[in-house]
């Protein structure tokens, strides 16, 4: 775990958010009051002084490594073994959503339009694409993928699950990059995200349970 934690291109990450941190403070001005969350119809509808707003992208990023670190030390190498394609996706992915949050609201407090829900549909777009290409690719484990109990006793029932959720996974980010692009309605946008991450869940779980709850003889 701690080989993907610290990789190349996630220290690379960490170092270009702090870069734009240290950015954030220089041309944002000290009473600033900047967006740090945004409703379904796609407005910001918290604020919060520009220090404090600053700090919530590398919060997220060293309580998420913390997590990983936890993770990787406490959970049982079979499991790490068995998730490791997605968590090589996740770790790098989420540090680059930061960033990514990071540098729009560096970007509203410059005085640039708010662009927030547009690169957040792009970032998770991007992160739905590479999930959905490795989630096939795991093992039965208590880690990572569309998990449920009796999957994981069950290899063929596990890999036909991942197998149908990353393929929505990989349609929907493709169609929320797309919507991200082109679409202007910020609360349209706001919609594409929550369909496009909340379909392949559901798909995934309702494929697991009726195929996870079929007697043994396939009766």
């Given at each position: 775990?701690?080989?993907?934690?610290?990789?190349?291109?996630?220290?690379?990450?960490?170092?270009?958010?702090?870069?734009?941190?240290?950015?954030?403070?220089?041309?944002?001005?000290?009473?600033?009051?900047?967006?740090?969350?945004?409703?379904?119809?796609?407005?910001?509808?918290?604020?919060?002084?520009?220090?404090?707003?600053?700090?919530?992208?590398?919060?997220?990023?060293?309580?998420?490594?913390?997590?990983?670190?936890?993770?990787?030390?406490f959970a049982p190498p079979e499991h790490?073994?068995?998730?490791?394609?997605?968590?090589?996706?996740?770790?790098?992915?989420?540090?680059?959503?930061?960033?990514?949050?990071?540098?729009?609201?560096?970007?509203?407090?410059?005085?640039?339009?708010?662009?927030?829900?547009?690169?957040?549909?792009?970032?998770?777009?991007?992160?739905?694409?590479l999930l959905g290409n490795v989630l096939?690719?795991?093992?039965?484990?208590?880690?990572?993928?569309?998990?449920?109990?009796?999957?994981?006793?069950?290899?063929?029932?596990?890999?036909?699950?991942?197998?149908?959720?990353?393929?929505?996974?990989?349609?929907?980010?493709?169609?929320?990059?797309?919507?991200?692009?082109?679409?202007?309605?910020?609360?349209?946008?706001?919609?594409?995200?929550?369909?496009?991450?909340?379909?392949?869940?559901?798909?995934?779980?309702?494929?697991?349970?009726?195929?996870?709850?079929?007697?043994?003889?396939?009766?």
């Amino acid at each position: 775990m701690s080989r993907m934690l610290f990789s190349r291109f996630n220290l690379v990450l960490w170092a270009a958010l702090a870069l734009v941190t240290f950015a954030g403070h220089a041309l944002v001005p000290a009473d600033a009051v900047l967006p740090v969350h945004w409703g379904l119809n796609g407005r910001p509808d918290a604020f919060w002084p520009r220090s404090a707003a600053l700090a919530v992208a590398p919060a997220m990023v060293i309580v998420n490594a913390a997590i990983f670190g936890l993770v990787g030390r406490f959970a049982p190498p079979e499991h790490l073994a068995g998730g490791k394609h997605v968590l090589a996706v996740v770790i790098p992915a989420i540090s680059g959503l930061a960033l990514a949050i990071q540098a729009g609201i560096v970007l509203i407090g410059a005085g640039y339009p708010d662009l927030m829900v547009r690169i957040i549909s792009v970032g998770i777009g991007v992160m739905l694409i590479l999930l959905g290409n490795v989630l096939p690719k795991t093992q039965p484990n208590r880690l990572a993928g569309m998990r449920l109990p009796w999957m994981s006793a069950d290899p063929a029932d596990w890999r036909a699950t991942q197998r149908l959720t990353g393929i929505l996974m990989m349609l929907g980010g493709a169609g929320l990059l797309l919507c991200g692009l082109i679409v202007r309605e910020a609360q349209w946008l706001a919609v594409a995200i929550v369909v496009a991450v909340l379909v392949p869940a559901i798909a995934g779980t309702v494929r697991g349970s009726l195929r996870g709850r079929r007697p043994a003889n396939g009766a």
